[in-house]
């Protein structure tokens, strides 16, 4: 236990003194929210008849709070950790966390927690302000009960989404060109992860793509679940379905991590 | 004109560079050719649902988000390769081999690099603006095109000035920070209707830090609906702005302090 604390410690230490550029980053993250509510304020606005109308069963306060959860999710648990993996293994890097008495997805991962309970402190003032600002739309949890099985779906998006970056981050021992697979995987999440326009709007066939992937229970369902439209028994098929992706991908790491490791040594010498 | 011949000079050298990585470059085209398709998917979804956006309809909407994405070409082509490596030359002592050379320093570190994966780019974001334009049933003479090219340009213009301003402020800063992401901020907020953002929002947006009218005045001059009064309070804008940025600029440089040695 120790020694998990000491690594995120030194995580701490290592993020403070980028403070500022946290905070940059963070109102670069945090801007499209503005865009986002004011267009679908628009949007409902000219689509007419006072607060009736619903698009993809939603209507305009919880599209806002859709947008609202989904920002606040993005920095809970955007996975990015991909990117950094990718320079590692580029420029020989991750020799050394071959040696250490951790496996290397220890040490990112929990970079990863460490860096996050630091910008999701100093995200909160912004998003505050956000809330502020959007008073009149958010909406509170369907169900105060919901609130502890919330915690579960999210704990388990963040296992996932964090696996599914990594997985890709360990494709650069074989592809020069990962660093794009990084920003197809960001797509995908966008798009079919409900982190760009909740999946109930999107066209039948898209959803019939988006219901095969893992990705639209990292942002789609808990934010389905907090506004209630996922309830009940789809609750528990939800996780079923995340910790099914994560056993997925924790047997892909560990085949991709043995293989990669041993190219890799061959490549580094 | 010799500033020209050093920039042509600069890009050949971009396009040399890039040539040696021949499948970074495609996949990079891919990417970014990706981005848009799926940018457009959201648009393309809400009007499966809705006529018109504050007002837009589709095809309005097409011409805006063209010029928008031209506006955004320009940015990932020039001014994020250039701008973005600013707040670097400072901390690492760098920016005193551009004061040395016998150029403008504002241009060369501005101009020095570009990204050509960008470039294609262009193409849909061209055929988005031409084909709304089309759809809308206008007819577009030379000189509405030649008018509408000037805007684009003055907003690009209006852009680069506010963006270099922002980073510039790194001279007094005298240290690594990623400055040049704070005013992309704004980039999203201009591929939008502005009337989203409310009377209050429009005004601060179009004239207080004029983001907006960077793509929503070329778009109105492309569909005929922007007065030449108009036009010209772009232009002169963007000159201004252009004065203001070397102005400030230079006035930075007097108070730099080099890293290096």
């Known amino acids: 236990m120790n020694r998990y604390l000491a690594i995120l410690r030194i995580t701490w230490q290592d993020r403070l003194a980028y403070r500022a550029e946290a905070i940059i980053w963070m109102l670069v993250d945090a801007s499209p929210l503005v865009v986002m509510a004011a267009m679908w304020i628009a949007i409902y606005g000219t689509a007419t008849g006072a607060g009736a109308v619903t698009l993809g069963g939603l209507d305009l306060r919880q599209m806002v709070t859709y947008y609202v959860l989904v920002t606040f999710l993005g920095i809970l648990i955007g996975a990015h950790s991909d990117m950094a993996i990718i ?16 496996p290397h997805i220890t040490f990112i991962l929990l970079e990863d927690i460490g860096w996050k309970t630091l910008t999701t402190g100093v995200f909160l003032p912004v998003f505050g302000l956000a809330l502020f ?47 794009s697979l990084a920003h197809v995987k960001d797509l995908l999440v966008m798009l079919l992860g409900g982190a760009m326009l909740p999946t109930s709007v999107l066209p039948d066939w898209m959803q019939a793509v988006a219901m095969a ?43 991709m991590w043995r293989a990669g490791t041993r190219r890799f040594a061959l490549v580094g010498g | 004109m010799r500033y020209l011949r050093v920039w042509l000079f600069f890009i050949k050298t971009a396009i040399i560079r890039t040539l040696e990585f021949r499948a970074d470059f495609v996949a990079w ?113 030379l000189l509405t095109a030649a008018v509408y090219l000037a805007l684009v340009g003055a907003g690009m213009a209006i852009f680069y000035s506010l963006w270099f301003m922002s980073v510039t402020t790194v001279i007094w800063l005298q240290r690594c920070i990623n400055i040049q992401e704070l005013f992309l901020v704004a980039l999203p907020a201009q591929k939008v209707p502005p009337e989203v953002y409310g009377l209050l929002g429009r005004f601060v947006l179009t004239f207080v830090v004029p983001v907006a009218m960077v793509t929503v005045f070329p778009t109105q001059a492309a569909m005929g609906l922007l007065s030449p009064q108009m036009a010209g309070v772009m232009v002169a804008t963007a000159a201004v702005l252009l004065w203001l940025s070397s102005r400030l600029w230079t006035f930075a440089l007097r108070g730099y302090v080099s890293a290096s040695s």
């Open chain 1, 87 to 102: 320079e590692q293994i580029r420029d020989g890097l991750i020799a050394p966390f071959l040696l250490r008495p951790l």
């Open chain 2, 29 to 141: 085209m891919i990417i970014n050719l990706l981005w848009m398709v799926f940018q457009l998917t959201f648009f393309w979804v809400v009007y499966q649902h809705t006529d018109a956006i504050a007002g837009w309809n589709a095809d309005q909407l097409r011409v805006l988000l063209g010029t928008g994405y031209l506006l955004e070409f320009a940015v990932w082509t020039f001014g994020y390769p250039n701008l973005g490596r600013i707040s670097g030359y400072v901390s690492r002592g760098e920016l005193d081999l551009f004061l040395l050379k016998p150029l403008n320093s504002q241009f060369h570190v501005s101009f020095k690099r570009m990204s050509p994966h960008n470039v294609p780019s262009v193409a849909p974001a061209a055929l988005l603006v031409i084909t709304g334009v089309q759809a809308l049933g206008i007819q577009v003479d």
């Open chain 1, 213 to 255: 992937l893992p990705f639209r229970t990292i942002y789609a369902l808990p934010a389905g679940i907090y506004l209630g439209q996922v309830r009940g028994w789809e609750i528990v098929q939800g996780w079923a379905t995340q910790v099914a992706w994560i056993a997925v991908a924790y047997v892909t790491y560990r085949v």
């Open chain 1, 133 to 179: 600002w959007l008073r009149d739309y958010v909406l509170p949890p369907a169900d105060i009960a919901v609130v502890p099985l919330l915690v579960i779906t999210i704990a388990l998006s963040y296992v996932l989404f964090f696996l599914i970056a990594y997985l890709v981050g360990l494709c650069a021992f074989w592809m020069q060109e990962a660093m």
